[in-house]
């Protein structure tokens, strides 16, 4: 275990590092829309094509320089670039400047997730494997709660902060909570230099044309699988990006208030709710259910629609909080569901290439388009900032409205998949 553990935990803590940058915009976004001028419809843009930009460019060339050479290497430069992207993030005069840093801050899912699975696949026993992934993907959860619930309190005790340090007297407080988030990322790249890689022997997959041909030949079951998870991945990028600025906007709470709520509940879901979905999964496979994992994605998807709209209905304001809270708690399973959904119906030698596509296709729609499509209703539907929660509603209602009828169409070709019939 020790030869694993450290490089492991390393790994987690990057994680959590890289997605502590992803989510700072988001409890800082009145802040800034204040000094910067920034529009709903420019934060959505920041918080989702700005980063997919990246992904979209740089994903397989990136992940195929892991396979060739250094993976912990790999890593470490998406690590600095994440980094000062973020703390640039700080400085900057305009929207325009903010997006070219968010645009460079996407390196960071672009460099880590290929990389770091690999490498930790290289590390672990394949007894530990699972065990070891887990360990990595707790990182999620930990940087989005340390983003909000950081980033809130930095806003309302900046006086604090300053005190701490100096160099940040007058600054602004959105601009304090971007730099010491990058300039936390130092302590991840001095770490990383301690991660050493084991001998590997390379690995190839299937010709170019071997995917294709096996795409093409089963295209209306990944099109319905992929598509349904990408649908429930549209409501995970909406919600993520707008339920902090419900709970400060349309609720009143105080930054810091609306950053503990919900980043408790990313810990609470993205390690809690991950780990007991995952084990509902593997038992209903055990006990003969094939589509197992698909019908706890359609009650996921049902879930999703109906806490929305309890969040969005003109009821008491506690019972609103607590349905936009318990959706930020489903957030991190989607992400178990689909890498299992793909896997189980994908050959071995293309399942990194099938996964590589199918997160090309989340960071193109999902991320561009879920907090894009909550901004557009608001502004072209209620032109009226404060209606965001029911724009949110809308939004996540039709995605996991879409979500649930592409699985369920999936299921008698997913079953007989399972079953080696298709």
């Not at 980033?151 to 007297?169: D, K, N, R």
């Not at 022997?201 to 209306?220: D, N, S």
């Not at 879930?303 to 969005?312: C, P, S, Y």
Request: charged share 10%.
């Amino acid at each position: 275990m020790r030869v694993w553990a450290w490089p492991t935990a390393v790994l987690a803590l990057c994680h959590a590092q890289a997605i502590a940058s992803f989510q700072i915009l988001n409890i800082l976004i009145d802040p800034i829309k204040r000094d910067l001028g920034v529009t709903d419809t420019q934060y959505s843009l920041l918080q989702g094509l700005a980063v997919a930009i990246f992904a979209a460019l740089l994903g397989l060339p990136a992940a195929r320089w892991a396979d060739r050479r250094s993976r912990r290497n790999v890593v470490l430069l998406g690590a600095i670039g994440w980094s000062v992207a973020t703390a640039a993030g700080g400085l900057v005069a305009d929207f325009e400047q903010l997006f070219v840093s968010r645009v460079l801050m996407g390196i960071g899912e672009v460099f880590l997730f290929p990389a770091a699975i690999a490498l930790i696949a290289d590390l672990v026993p394949p007894r530990k494997l699972s065990t070891a992934i887990a360990l990595f993907a707790c990182g999620g959860p930990v940087g989005a709660a340390a983003a909000l619930a950081g980033g809130g309190w930095i806003v309302t005790h900046q006086a604090s902060v300053a005190a701490l340090v100096p160099a940040l007297e007058g600054v602004a407080p959105w601009r304090s909570a971007f730099l010491l988030c990058g300039a936390s990322g130092l302590v991840t790249v001095a770490l990383l230099t301690t991660v050493r890689e084991t001998r590997r022997e390379r690995i190839t997959g299937a010709a170019p044309f071997g995917i294709v041909a096996y795409l093409a030949t089963h295209w209306r079951l990944y099109g319905n699988v992929s598509g349904g998870m990408i649908c429930l991945t549209v409501c995970v990028f909406a919600c993520s990006s707008w339920i902090p600025t419900i709970l400060s906007r349309t609720h009143a709470l105080d930054p810091a208030l609306a950053g503990v709520l919900t980043g408790s509940a990313s810990l609470v879901g993205g390690i809690g709710l991950v780990t007991l979905a995952g084990q509902l999964i593997d038992r209903l496979r055990v006990h003969g259910r094939a589509d197992g994992v698909l019908l706890a994605s359609m009650v996921l998807a049902v879930a999703f629609a109906g806490l929305a709209v309890l969040g969005a209905a003109d009821l008491e304001p506690r019972i609103s909080i607590a349905a936009w809270i318990s959706v930020y708690a489903l957030l991190g399973i989607p992400t178990v569901l689909a890498g299992t959904a793909l896997q189980v119906i994908t050959p071995p030698p293309i399942r990194a290439q099938v996964i590589a596509l199918h997160l090309l296709l989340v960071n193109l729609v999902a991320l561009s388009l879920g907090p894009t499509l909550v901004a557009v209703v608001t502004d072209a539907l209620f032109a009226d900032p404060a209606a965001v929660g029911r724009s949110l509603a809308i939004v996540a209602t039709c995605s996991a409205l879409a979500a649930f009828l592409l699985l369920w169409t999936a299921r008698p070709r997913f079953i007989a998949r399972c079953n080696g019939v298709e």
